[in-house]
């Protein structure tokens, strides 16, 4: 069965540090995976995903994600961390048959100024 | 633990009919939040509500509409249904006083239109 990973519940950073948050997978055949960010009383919103190609993807608001097949990690990262990046971020892969993403529990980040 | 309870689990309904789903978020929770997860795609953020207000809007059609009742439960209702909007139609809960903990799926909603 297809499943992530979110180890961590809570990761909190100092402004301007970079910033890492983490997912392992378990999926059986190629991976999806993607990450979805949920600020405070919005719904979930696109960051990036990986499909094939390079294993470093870029997504949206200067984020980043390291896909890692050996070590089966799609860790979340951003050289430099924002206040603004205080969310919820969930980590989620598309399921065999491409109808369902299934997620993380969640890593809530706090950017202390 | 209670999760978040989703209704009917499968649906099938013919072009031009309508269709109504619902979402029943976990006890104590008062924000609803409902995606549209189309065969191969990623899923896009429809619209949520906040104590029977709407809070937030993302790519919902004008054809669907949804409300929040006073129990906290929601319902999407999806009028002049379309092929295209066989999807997975799932939502998920959250008090939004402890709005980034405990953000809640449900297994969603298995539309198709025939």
């Known amino acids: 069965a297809q499943s992530v990973a979110q180890p961590e519940d809570q990761v909190n950073v100092a402004e301007g540090n970079p910033l890492t948050v983490k997912c392992t997978y378990s999926v059986s055949g190629n991976p999806y995976l993607f990450w979805y960010v949920q600020y405070p009383n919005r719904g979930l919103q696109f960051l990036l995903k990986?499909?094939?190609?390079?294993?470093l993807v870029k997504g949206s608001y200067g984020f980043e994600a390291e896909f890692n097949k050996s070590q089966t990690s799609f860790h979340l990262k951003k050289p430099s961390a924002l206040v603004s990046d205080s969310a919820l971020y969930f980590c989620?892969?598309?399921?065999?048959?491409?109808?369902?993403?299934?997620f993380g529990a969640g890593t809530r980040l706090f950017v202390k100024a | 633990a209670a999760g978040v309870i989703q209704s009917p689990r499968h649906l099938i309904k013919e072009k031009r009919e309508t269709a109504t789903l619902k979402c029943y978020p976990i006890?104590?929770?008062?924000?609803v939040y409902w995606y549209q997860q189309g065969p191969g795609q990623d899923p896009q953020f429809l619209i949520s509500f906040y104590e029977k207000m709407q809070s937030d809007k993302g790519s919902i059609p004008d054809r669907f509409s949804a409300q929040q009742f006073s129990d906290y439960h929601s319902e999407l209702n999806m009028s002049s249904l379309e092929l295209g909007d066989s999807a997975l139609y799932f939502c998920?809960?959250?008090?939004?006083?402890?709005?980034?903990?405990?953000?809640?799926f449900g297994s969603g909603t298995r539309l198709t239109v025939v």
């Open positions: 990986y499909i094939t190609g390079d294993n």
């Open positions: 998920a809960s959250n008090s939004r006083r402890g709005s980034l903990y405990g953000y809640t």
């Open positions: 989620a892969v598309r399921d065999m048959t491409g109808f369902k993403t299934i």
């Open positions: 006890p104590r929770h008062d924000t």
